[in-house]
């Protein structure tokens, strides 16, 4: 059974940087694309970042393009999510995610196996 476990979240200042981890466990970590996905309060969860299984293609929704980076390290089991420059709108439970192989993880339904979460929490 594949589980993820996510780190890094906390409380931090707009403007600050922040860099989220997310370790795959219980198969092989390099059969799976990984994606991000954030749930604010009171609002459906959303789309941030996918990586294919190889590292060689990333998609970003619009609203984080050239703020957020996501990339992979298949040797160590782990998806990071490098944030830039923080905004209070960036404040949401960060969702780690993982799809088979060739199917990127850009919607909801595409996710085969969630993490737990972290919290991201920025003050202005």
């Known amino acids: 059974q594949v589980q993820l476990v996510e780190s890094g979240g906390g409380l931090d200042q707009a403007g600050d940087s922040l860099r989220l981890s997310c370790q795959l466990s219980?198969?092989?970590?390099?059969?799976?694309?990984m994606g991000w996905f954030r749930q604010a309060p009171g609002k459906e969860r959303e789309f941030v970042a996918a990586?294919?299984?190889?590292?060689?293609?990333?998609i970003y929704a619009d609203s984080v393009k050239g703020r957020f980076t996501i990339s992979r390290d298949n040797a160590k089991n782990t998806v990071y999510l490098q944030i830039y420059s923080l905004k209070p709108e960036d404040t949401a439970v960060y969702y780690c995610?993982?799809?088979?192989?060739?199917?990127?993880?850009?919607?909801?339904?595409?996710?085969?196996?969630w993490g737990q979460g972290t919290q991201v929490t920025v003050s202005s």
């Open positions: 995610a993982a799809s088979p192989t060739y199917v990127i993880p850009t919607k909801t339904e595409k996710v085969d196996y």
């Open positions: 219980g198969r092989t970590f390099s059969n799976y694309a």
């Open positions: 990586i294919t299984w190889n590292g060689g293609n990333t």
